[in-house]
């Protein structure tokens, strides 16, 4: 094993490689666990970590792993702007005033009152698709489930979809560089968000909107700039992962057509196969952290000052956690510790959410589907970040 500064340029290279996400990732992850779990990466400069236990101590870790330094390999050297809200970037104690703040509108109490909408939303969806015939099932049910979702959130008309995923899309470039159109659809959606809070504090309503708008703590709430910055971050992860969730579980299952008609028969096992999608498809590849003091991990110095990309997707077929199966897809996986959804200081805000999603659309795709069969190419967004399916062709049959 040639752990840190001296491990194999040739197989830690790769990870900076948009290529590789595009095709297979998980057999270089498995190398990199195997002959060097913490390893250096030169270019751009920093560790990589791939083992559930490391990803697992770094991200508990928040005084001497911090965020503000950014958390993407692009941030490597740049002079990232004090963006207010920006929640991936904040540490504590400002962080902790954020998610009091925010964590209502987002608490399970909360949430579990939108499951009959969503409940809808995902039953209209599935019952426009032809059974028998090939669909591309991210465009057709993907893309449109979590952005009606949001506009029900956020209290807007659900038809307003189209332009959030714009808007979505467009931040996502904008974070490599921004350009006259992504500016334009950026103040675009400045306007209309900001109208809407506008429109919800002369007149609250029972809303996402209206709750984020009104928040406060200590006296203090959230101004235009930060409540910005909130909706825009809610566009992002609230469609992403769940659009990337739901397409990958769907491939998923057509992949392994005994387990799709297991959990048809145990409708009750969908929790848990939840977990397991999750877990498979790992919707965020990776984020980092930057160490605030030396710190040894694996033997290693971590310098004050160095970056560590936690892979996420790697700690989730660690072999020592997960056994001889980490490789496998099984919806029947209990207990399942995958790192999906973050841990400690920055878990997930939208998980309960992101979980019931899932839940409602494998309830109600497997009422409605006795059949998932792949009928084409699957398509893969070049992302170390977002793991991305572009293009996942299926027949659903009844």
């Known amino acids: 094993m040639s752990t840190g500064r001296s491990a194999d340029p040739e197989l830690v290279a790769p990870i900076a490689d948009p290529a590789l996400y595009a095709g297979d990732p998980f057999p270089q992850y498995a190398r990199l666990r195997r002959e060097a779990p913490l390893a250096w990466l030169a270019d751009p400069g920093c560790w ?29 050297g740049r002079d990232l702007p004090q963006i207010p809200g920006a929640l991936l970037y904040v540490d504590p104690p400002e962080h902790g005033r954020y998610r009091r703040l925010v964590n209502p509108g987002f608490s399970t109490s909360h949430i579990r009152t939108l499951e009959a909408r969503i409940r809808d939303r995902a039953r209209a969806l599935l019952e426009a698709v032809e059974p028998g015939v090939e669909v591309d099932v991210v465009e057709t049910l993907a893309v449109p489930f979590p952005l009606l979702v949001i506009a029900d959130l956020l209290g807007v008309p659900g038809d307003d979809w189209p332009r959030f995923r714009v808007w979505t899309d467009l931040m996502i470039e904008a974070a490599q560089g921004t350009t006259p159109e992504s500016e334009a659809a950026l103040t675009e959606m400045a306007v209309y968000f900001l109208d809407l809070v506008a429109e919800r504090r002369a007149d609250p309503r029972d809303d996402l909107v209206s709750l984020l708008c009104t928040a406060e703590v200590d006296g203090v709430g959230l101004d235009d700039a930060e409540l910005m910055m909130f909706y825009g971050q809610l566009l992002v992860a609230g469609n992403e992962t769940t659009r ?41 590849i990776s984020f980092m952290r930057t160490a605030t003091r030396d710190v040894e991990v694996r033997g290693e110095t971590i310098r004050a000052g160095e970056p560590v990309l936690l892979v996420y997707a790697a700690a989730n077929r660690d072999e020592e956690v997960f056994g001889d199966t980490a490789g496998s897809f099984d919806a029947t996986r209990d207990p399942n510790p995958h790192v999906s959804l ?17 839940r409602v659309f494998l309830e109600e795709a497997a009422r409605r589907f006795a059949t998932l069969e792949p009928a084409g190419a699957v398509e893969r967004l070049a992302s170390g970040v977002i793991a991305g399916i572009l293009r996942v062709p299926l027949r659903l049959g009844v």
Do not use: Y
């Open 48 to 76: 990589i970590a791939t083992k559930h236990a490391d990803v697992l101590r770094i991200s508990r870790d928040p005084g001497s792993f911090c965020s503000s330094e950014g958390i993407l390999l692009m941030d490597i």
């Open 342 to 358: 973050g841990f400690g200081e920055h878990f997930c805000l939208g998980a309960v959410l992101a979980r019931l999603e899932a």
């Open 244 to 284: 990337n969730l739901v397409s990958g579980a769907l491939l998923a299952f057509s992949e392994h057509p005994d387990q799709w008609t297991r959990l048809r028969a145990h409708p009750e096992t969908i929790p848990v196969a939840v977990e397991e999608c999750l877990r498979w498809t790992t919707p965020v």
